[in-house]
């Protein structure tokens, strides 16, 4: 926790992503504890050139007024496949707390693909362009090949062992905690809720019955508000054929992934 008090402190943790692994639902879950204070929105400051020129002092202005004893949460999902973010959020903190949030890498590259197909308008660059109008089996294999598209955005956001790479550079194991997206949204979050908050240094406060699964939506949701229509969709199935293929071309990064992190999530 930060010894400074008010606006224009900086944050204490930064949930770095994945994007679509269910980064705000696990950052909804944490602003229930009296201690924490989080920034509503994405600010995306790490990960952008222009965001970044802005300086810190734009962004810790960004930041809810908090006391010296609460922890003060920022959550850009993008953050994790950006290679230069570990470098800059070392340059701010390095003693900074970041939680990543990961899902079946399969899983959370479907939710990406429809996440892109109903948001085109809405995103910029160009990948995203290219990728609108295109079903998901185009996109994974590469027609010309026929073999896995290695360049398809979603595989590569997919891609943790890789992703993780430069974040170990810059931070010890230790400082990076993992959350389990797919324990979170359909097994048990309070567990997992609370290995957060140990890790965040707060007091135990979460509790199972903060939860309740809600039938209709297929999720553990927080009593209290379940997300609307902008999160948690029923994706259509999978090619069962390319699903086995991604299946085996995710195989080697997970191994890897979990051999760094030193925990398997079993995809
Ligand atoms: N309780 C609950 N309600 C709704 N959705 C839930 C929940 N828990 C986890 N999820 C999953 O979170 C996915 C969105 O992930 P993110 O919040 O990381 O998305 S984002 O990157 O910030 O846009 C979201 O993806 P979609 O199903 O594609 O909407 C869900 O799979």
Not at 108 to 130: C, G, L, T
Not at 221 to 247: M, N, Q, T, Y
Request: charged share 25%; glycine share 8%.
């Amino acid at each position: 926790m930060s010894g400074k008090t008010g606006v224009g402190r900086l944050p204490d943790c930064i949930i770095i992503g994945a994007r679509k692994a269910g980064t705000r639902i696990v950052l909804a879950m944490l602003n229930r504890h009296p201690k924490v204070k989080i920034v509503g929105p994405e600010l995306g400051f790490f990960n952008s050139a222009s965001t970044y020129q802005k300086g810190l002092s734009w962004y810790s202005q960004q930041m809810p007024n908090a006391t010296s004893d609460e922890v003060v949460i920022e959550k850009t999902a993008d953050y994790f496949q950006y290679s230069e973010a570990p470098e800059r959020i070392h340059a701010m903190n390095p003693g900074i707390k970041l939680i990543l949030v990961i899902r079946d890498p399969i899983e959370r590259m479907i939710s990406d693909y429809y996440f892109i197909q109903r948001y085109a308008s809405r995103v910029s660059s160009a990948y995203h362009f290219q990728e609108v109008n295109k079903t998901l089996e185009e996109l994974v294999i590469n027609s010309t090949t026929n073999k896995i598209n290695y360049s398809y955005g979603g595989i590569c956001r997919s891609s943790y062992a890789k992703l993780i790479q430069p974040w170990l550079r810059w931070f010890p194991r230790k400082q990076i905690h993992v959350v389990n997206g797919d324990n979170i949204a359909k097994n048990n979050p309070a567990q997992e809720l609370r290995q957060a908050e140990k890790f965040l240094g707060l007091r135990p406060f979460t509790k199972d019955r903060h939860f309740y699964y809600d039938n209709d939506k297929g999720y553990w949701c927080l009593r209290g508000g379940c997300f609307g229509a902008e999160k948690g969709h029923v994706h259509p199935p999978l090619d069962p054929e390319i699903r086995g293929r991604l299946f085996r071309h995710f195989w080697r990064s997970n191994q890897e992934f979990f051999a760094l992190m030193g925990r398997d999530y079993g995809w």
